[in-house]
């Protein structure tokens, strides 16, 4: 490809304390959590709404918030959904057990009314949003950002600030800035995409769903009787060995995520493009599917299709630390740790094969489950390009391999990393330590104060590091 330089003077905003990059779980928790330490905050998001996948993707369920005997989130995403219960914003029949003592049980919720709830976080607590604003490039003096490129409707811009979280999912600011990063494509293979949707005039009260442990009895045959049936009648353009299921989220609505888009290239925007177009075709047959096989939908109807692609995994940074699949295995602990998990470990089919789709299937249900009580540590080192001094990730891009990946990339392990990057952020603005050098103590003492779920016993200065 042919190369053209463009040289031109932009307008520099310098009244910032911290940039965060992208408004999704994780950089909404960013942010507001920042703000709220008293850092003035400037949050840019490319689209219109705040929560990304769980919102503008149409990804309407939580990961688990507990291991079976206790809850592992606190802070700033305990605080998020107990006020979503408070308020009716969850599905129709989660109760706090959902989160409390419930066993990998995912948690519905209503996207529309969590866009809401998180421009009255960052209202509230005064973090500037900027909405359809990307980031596309960053000014950067040996291992410290001095400057984020931003384009919106006025143009171009040069935002400074002290101190900077990429959560961006897909690691834009680390990747312009010139950290090292893993590809998935290069480096593993492709996890396929989902477009997810929202359809209404589903019948919850139908028998099915009111009898016979509900409506998870309904999603078992969904995927174990009407997708093969639907599969043998050649009912899909190309079949389909996994749908999650739909979740109930209104009276007569529901969510689906639902939908396999192979081999696509969450870097490559023509990738993304074919991506869409497919998807709306898939929700079609979906839709039908459901009016065809599935009790209570005789009436359904496709009400929208997500405006983003639910990618699962793009670039992931070379941090101060790996978390690995061993870590995860043994429920390892760390000092530096700023949140705990457990969820298995979610890696999608990485083609059509039934062969794939039974691999996926083994781990999400028993291969890769980490037990009842048991959690692994999310360790800070992960959310720290290696040797940067003022930048951060959180959410899908930290430093993970697949498999551990495919259990930590969730929603709700996104908020929690979130509130660890923002508060680190703040931390090393007001004491002047790096970021790759800051002291771990003093951060989970921070957390613990603002309500996090930490158990380590040990405590340590010096973050986890590789070796």
Same mark, same amino acid.
């Given at each position: 490809?042919?190369?053209?330089?463009?040289?031109?003077?932009?307008?520099?905003?310098?009244?910032?304390?911290?940039?965060?990059?992208?408004?999704?779980?994780?950089?909404?928790?960013?942010?507001?959590?920042?703000?709220?330490?008293?850092?003035?905050?400037?949050?840019?998001?490319?689209?219109?709404?705040?929560?990304?996948?769980?919102?503008?993707?149409?990804? /309407?369920?939580?990961?688990?918030? !507990?291991?079976?005997?206790?809850?592992?989130?606190?802070?700033?995403?305990?605080?998020?959904?107990?006020?979503?219960?408070?308020?009716?914003?969850?599905?129709?029949?989660?109760?706090?057990?959902?989160?409390?003592?419930?066993?990998?049980?995912?948690?519905?919720?209503?996207?529309?009314?969590?866009?809401?709830?998180?421009?009255?976080?960052?209202?509230?607590?005064?973090?500037?949003?900027?909405?359809?604003?990307?980031?596309?490039?960053?000014?950067? *003096?040996?291992?410290?950002?001095?400057?984020?490129?931003?384009? /919106?409707?006025?143009?171009?811009?040069?935002?400074?600030?002290?101190?900077?979280?990429?959560?961006? !999912?897909?690691?834009?600011?680390?990747?312009?800035?010139?950290? &090292?990063?893993?590809?998935?494509?290069?480096?593993?293979?492709?996890?396929?995409?989902?477009?997810?949707?929202?359809?209404?005039?589903?019948?919850?009260?139908?028998?099915?769903?009111? %009898?016979?442990?509900?409506?998870?009895?309904?999603?078992?045959?969904?995927? /174990?009787?009407?997708?093969?049936?639907?599969?043998?009648?050649?009912?899909?353009?190309?079949?389909?060995?996994?749908?999650?299921? *739909?979740?109930?989220?209104?009276?007569?609505?529901?969510?689906? /995520?639902?939908?396999?888009?192979?081999?696509?290239? !969450?870097?490559?925007?023509?990738?993304?493009?074919?991506?869409?177009?497919?998807?709306?075709?898939?929700?079609?047959?979906? %839709? &039908?599917?459901?009016?065809?096989?599935?009790?209570?939908? &005789?009436?359904?109807?496709?009400?929208?299709?997500?405006?983003?692609?639910?990618?699962?995994?793009?670039?992931?940074?070379?941090?101060?630390?790996? #978390?690995?699949?061993?870590?995860?295995?043994?429920?390892?602990?760390?000092?530096?740790?700023?949140?705990?998990?457990?969820?298995?470990?979610?890696?999608?089919? %990485?083609?059509?094969?039934?062969?794939?789709? +039974?691999?996926?299937?083994?781990?999400?249900?028993?291969?890769?489950? #980490?037990?009842?009580?048991?959690?692994?540590?999310?360790?800070?080192?992960?959310?720290?390009?290696?040797?940067?001094?003022?930048?951060?990730?959180?959410?899908?891009?930290?430093?993970?391999?697949?498999?551990?990946?495919?259990?930590?990339?969730?929603?709700?392990?996104?908020? *929690? *990393?979130?509130?660890?990057?923002?508060?680190?952020?703040?931390?090393?603005?007001?004491?002047?330590?790096?970021?790759?050098?800051?002291?771990?103590?003093?951060?989970? +003492?921070?957390?613990?104060?603002?309500?996090?779920?930490?158990?380590?016993?040990?405590?340590?200065?010096?973050?986890?590091?590789?070796?």
């Amino acid at each position: 490809m042919a190369s053209h330089t463009y040289t031109r003077s932009i307008p520099v905003e310098d009244q910032y304390d911290i940039l965060v990059a992208g408004g999704g779980p994780a950089g909404s928790a960013a942010a507001v959590c920042a703000a709220r330490l008293g850092a003035k905050v400037l949050l840019v998001e490319a689209t219109g709404c705040l929560g990304g996948m769980s919102t503008s993707g149409l990804v /309407n369920t939580f990961g688990p918030m !507990g291991d079976g005997e206790r809850a592992l989130v606190g802070g700033f995403t305990l605080e998020l959904i107990e006020t979503m219960h408070s308020r009716g914003f969850l599905g129709p029949e989660v109760t706090p057990e959902y989160w409390i003592t419930h066993y990998n049980r995912w948690i519905p919720f209503k996207p529309e009314p969590l866009k809401r709830l998180l421009d009255e976080y960052c209202v509230d607590s005064g973090v500037d949003i900027r909405y359809f604003t990307r980031l596309i490039d960053a000014d950067v *003096m040996g291992r410290k950002v001095e400057g984020a490129i931003v384009s /919106n409707i006025e143009g171009l811009h040069c935002i400074k600030a002290k101190a900077y979280v990429d959560a961006t !999912g897909d690691a834009v600011l680390a990747a312009a800035s010139g950290v &090292e990063c893993k590809i998935a494509g290069r480096d593993w293979p492709f996890q396929p995409a989902t477009v997810c949707s929202t359809f209404s005039g589903i019948n919850w009260d139908h028998p099915a769903y009111t %009898t016979n442990r509900g409506t998870d009895a309904v999603r078992e045959k969904v995927k /174990n009787e009407y997708l093969p049936q639907a599969n043998a009648d050649g009912h899909f353009t190309h079949p389909d060995h996994f749908i999650a299921g *739909m979740k109930k989220v209104g009276d007569v609505t529901g969510n689906l /995520n639902g939908g396999h888009i192979y081999e696509l290239d !969450g870097l490559s925007s023509k990738s993304l493009t074919e991506g869409m177009i497919w998807g709306r075709k898939l929700a079609v047959e979906y %839709t &039908e599917f459901y009016r065809k096989y599935v009790p209570g939908c &005789e009436r359904i109807e496709l009400a929208a299709t997500s405006p983003v692609m639910g990618v699962r995994d793009t670039r992931r940074i070379v941090g101060e630390f790996e #978390l690995t699949y061993d870590h995860y295995r043994a429920a390892r602990q760390f000092p530096d740790q700023v949140a705990v998990y457990n969820r298995p470990a979610d890696v999608h089919s %990485t083609n059509n094969t039934k062969e794939e789709f +039974e691999r996926f299937m083994k781990d999400m249900h028993g291969a890769t489950k #980490l037990e009842r009580g048991r959690c692994v540590g999310i360790p800070y080192s992960i959310l720290v390009p290696k040797d940067w001094e003022n930048l951060w990730v959180a959410g899908r891009c930290h430093s993970s391999e697949t498999k551990v990946h495919g259990s930590i990339r969730a929603q709700s392990a996104a908020f *929690m *990393m979130g509130q660890a990057a923002g508060t680190a952020a703040v931390q090393a603005i007001r004491s002047g330590q790096p970021a790759c050098d800051l002291d771990t103590l003093a951060l989970v +003492e921070t957390l613990r104060a603002n309500g996090s779920y930490l158990p380590q016993e040990q405590l340590s200065r010096n973050m986890t590091r590789a070796g």
